[in-house]
């Protein structure tokens, strides 16, 4: 058995083992409707029939040649828009299909996607069960696929996946900053920490509660990129390697997957990877403050008063919502360089889940032009997006008697929008600021997305930026 990380380097390799020369390989015939079946033989038409087949997304057909090895592919699509409605749809195959080479025949509308749809669908989590020996399930490229392009968006994704599939015992917040070490090394960033108790003595009080009552030393990872006088772009992820809720302990129901209450530093370093690897002309900054909410003798309490690197007071209403306190310590070291570009990524709240839930992550942004364009990226890439509003009117829901702020309201609603509303408290000086409420899990297999982490919104994210930085490379 396996308990090792996968380094970017060895994440490569895998993915670049999923790539096939074009020689030999076994046609896969995307199929929209029954008159689809007109470009298969007509001992594969009758072979379907004979299997009572029909093309409905996502159903794959082996079908078999005159020596009863298989010979093609059917993929069933629904309808002829599916690289729109269900870009991921090719994900489905490798897990449907034996080992081999096998290619798409015909012209796709979206090669690219199809391709990565693919390593989507081949990815599996094996830290911890015996090597895989068996052959792999190979993609020749479609026509119009780049090959760099589609293995640095594959190696974003296993990056984001690995980090946030690892359990708490092998990922704190130590290893955390080995993950970032790792990225920052691979591209030559460099990264700076604040640890444990120098936290205090740098001015990010809160970050320093939140994770004080754990073994593990809180800290605030900070990588920078690229050129100081290019255009800022800072991206925050919420790095909490496992959440109980503190004195306000979760059920454990809800606690059960806590490993993954560090999905938004994850989906942080995936965009941070893309953005790397296309050399985008930004100066870019990532910044995770990560920590464990743990009980103690020395947790933090609710009904505490905590000071903030802004210097606003923060009522403690509940320990289960540390992610905006640790956000907004990093949010305001953010802010003091006036960024042009700010974005946090965060497992922050059930309530999100409960308006849109696991897959239609919220949105929020202070400007219209950058909102418009992240929702755009987010419909053409699959990578979606749902805008929702800082609605001014609940802010007062904030109000404490004895502090500035306190971090959460007390009544039952729009908890995805106090939140977001709290962390824009902290966003003064930047010029546009976004904020993504991410899941970080796939809780049902879907095409391409296996059960488990997902760094999503990154895809989308590093579209919109692309469009808007048109880098030296391309990705």
């Known amino acids: 058995m396996s308990n090792k990380a996968n380094t970017l380097a060895t994440l490569r390799s895998q993915l670049e083992a999923l790539i096939a020369p074009g020689e030999g390989a076994i046609p896969i015939y995307p199929i929209a409707d029954e008159d689809g079946l007109s470009v298969l033989s007509d001992a594969q038409r009758k072979w379907a029939a004979a299997q009572g087949w029909t093309p409905s997304e996502g159903a794959v057909l082996l079908l078999p040649g005159e020596d009863g090895a298989v010979a ?29 080479d096998y290619r798409f025949e015909g012209a796709l509308d979206d090669p690219e996607t199809a391709a990565l749809a693919w390593l989507a669908g081949s990815y ?80 990010f009080p809160m970050i320093h509660a939140v994770g004080r009552a754990s073994d593990r030393a ?47 530093a994850a989906a942080a370093l995936a965009l941070a990877l893309l953005i790397m690897e296309a050399k985008l002309p930004v100066r870019l900054r990532v910044l995770i403050p990560s920590a464990d909410n743990n009980i103690s003798a020395n947790a933090f309490r609710p009904g505490d008063v905590l000071q903030s690197r802004s210097g606003k007071t923060v009522e403690i209403g509940n320990t289960d919502a540390e992610g905006r306190l640790v956000l907004a310590d990093a949010l305001s070291l953010a802010d003091e360089e006036a960024p042009d570009y700010l974005v946090t990524f965060a497992t922050l709240t059930g309530a999100a889940r409960s308006a849109l839930g696991p897959d239609l992550p919220p949105l929020y942004s202070t400007d219209e032009d950058f909102a418009a364009g992240m929702l755009d990226a987010a419909e053409t890439t699959g990578d979606s997006l749902w805008r929702m509003p800082f609605w001014a009117p609940y802010d007062e829901w904030l109000k404490s008697s004895i502090a500035d702020v306190n971090h959460i309201s007390q009544g039952p609603f729009a908890g995805s929008i106090t939140a977001a509303l709290f962390l824009k408290r902290f966003v003064t000086e930047a010029k546009r600021f976004a904020h993504l409420d991410i899941y970080g899990w796939v809780p049902r297999v879907k095409p391409g997305k296996p059960i488990g982490g997902e760094p999503q919104g990154a895809r989308a994210l590093f579209a919109f930026f692309e469009k808007t930085f048109p880098g030296k490379g391309s990705v």
């Open 72 to 100: 093609a592919v059917a993929l069933g699509t629904g309808g002829a828009d599916w690289s729109k409605t269900s870009p991921f749809l090719p994900g489905v195959l490798p897990a449907r299909l034996p080992a081999g």
């Open 124 to 203: 599996e989590f094996g830290r911890y069960k015996p090597e895989n020996d068996s052959k792999p399930k190979r993609l020749v490229l479609p026509e119009g696929a780049d090959k760099d392009r589609v293995l640095a968006q594959g190696l974003s994704l296993y990056f984001g996946r690995e980090l946030i599939n690892t359990p708490a015992n092998d990922l704190g917040p130590a290893e955390l900053e080995k993950a970032v070490r790792d990225l920052a090394g691979t591209y030559g960033a460099e990264i700076s920490v604040t640890e444990g108790e120098m936290l205090l003595a740098d001015n």
């Open 218 to 264: 809180p800290r605030l990872i900070d990588m920078t990129w690229g050129e100081h006088t290019a255009p800022k772009l800072t991206i925050v992820g919420k790095g909490i390697c496992f959440d109980t809720g503190g004195l306000d302990i979760k059920p454990p129901s809800a606690m059960v997957l806590m490993k993954k209450d560090m999905g938004g």
